[in-house]
C-alpha cells in the first residue's frame, strides 16, 4: 500500500538520549516533511526537504536535525532529547507541485523523561 | 496575527445536523484551499481542495471560498457520528511553496 511509513509508533525515552525517528515513503514525492503536533498550538513544521540532497529549517527547528541521503527516507533526530519535545511527531510528503496537497504518515508518539 | 485563523472549538453538534467550520486568512497570495481530517490518535488526511474562489462539492461535504473577503468554509451535510474529527484547514500558493496550516477545530457529533 503506497504511503508513509513512519516509526517507532511510541516511544519513551530519558532526556538527553539520542533519537531518531524514522520516515520512510513509497510515493516518490519530492518534497518531504516533519511537524510536531502540540495540543493547542496545532501543527508546526519543523524541517523539510524540496529533493534529495537539500534541507531546510521550518518553524521550530531547534533541537532536531534531519538528512535527505536519497528521496525515499527522511529521518529526523534529536541530539540530546528534553522534555518539552514531548510531542507527536508527524512526517508527510507531497509532490511540491500544484495544489502541493500533503500526504502525512501515522505519527510518532515520543515522551521524553 | 497567524497567517491562518481557525476556531479550536470543541464544537458539538447533535446527529443530521449541518455543520459550518471555517477560517481566516491574511495573504491575499493563497490560490489554494485545503481541508484535512484527522481522526484521533490518526495522521491528518486530504478531504477536498478548492482553487481560487468558489464552491466544490463531494458528497455530504462542501468546501466554500471568499477570496474578497479572506474567509474558507467547510460545510456538512447530515453530519454522522463518524464526522467526529479535528478538521484542518490549509493554504497554499501553490508549487513548491508549503501549505500553511490552521490549528484545528474539534467536531463532535453525537448520537
Known amino acids: 500500500i503506497a504511503g508513509i511509513t513512519q516509526a517507532p509508533t511510541s516511544q519513551i525515552l530519558a532526556a538527553g538520549r539520542r533519537m531518531t525517528l524514522r520516515c520512510t515513503q513509497d510515493m516518490r514525492h519530492n518534497a518531504m516533511y516533519w511537524y510536531r503536533q502540540d495540543l493547542g498550538l496545532g501543527l508546526r513544521l519543523i524541517h523539510y526537504?524540496?529533493?534529495?540532497?537539500?534541507?531546510g529549517k521550518g518553524e521550530v527547528p531547534d533541537g532536531y536535525s534531519v538528512s535527505r541521503a536519497n528521496t525515499d527516507d527522511f529521518p529526523l533526530t534529536l541530539a540530546s532529547a528534553v522534555p518539552s519535545q514531548t510531542s507527536v511527531y508527524f512526517c508527510?510528503?507531497?509532490?511540491?507541485?500544484?495544489?502541493?496537497?500533503?500526504?502525512f504518515g501515522a505519527g510518532s508518539r515520543l515522551t521524553v523523561l | 496575527q497567524k497567517e491562518v485563523e481557525q476556531d479550536p472549538g470543541p464544537l458539538s453538534v447533535p446527529e443530521g445536523a449541518i455543520v459550518s467550520l471555517n477560517c481566516t486568512y491574511s495573504?491575499?497570495?493563497?490560490?489554494?484551499f485545503m481541508w484535512y481530517r484527522q481522526y484521533s490518535r490518526k495522521g491528518p488526511e486530504l478531504l477536498m481542495y478548492?482553487?481560487?474562489?468558489g464552491n466544490k462539492e463531494d458528497g455530504r461535504f462542501t468546501a466554500q471560498v471568499d477570496k474578497s473577503s479572506k474567509y474558507i468554509s467547510l460545510f456538512i451535510r447530515d453530519s454522522q457520528p463518524s464526522d467526529s474529527a479535528t478538521y484542518l484547514c490549509a493554504m497554499s500558493k501553490g508549487g513548491s511553496y508549503i501549505p500553511t496550516f490552521g490549528r484545528g477545530t474539534s467536531l463532535i457529533v453525537h448520537p
Open positions: 495573504n491575499s497570495a493563497f490560490q489554494y
Open positions: 526537504s524540496n529533493t534529495a540532497g537539500t534541507t
Open positions: 478548492t482553487y481560487s474562489s
Open positions: 508527510a510528503s507531497s509532490t511540491d507541485s500544484g495544489a502541493n496537497v500533503l500526504t
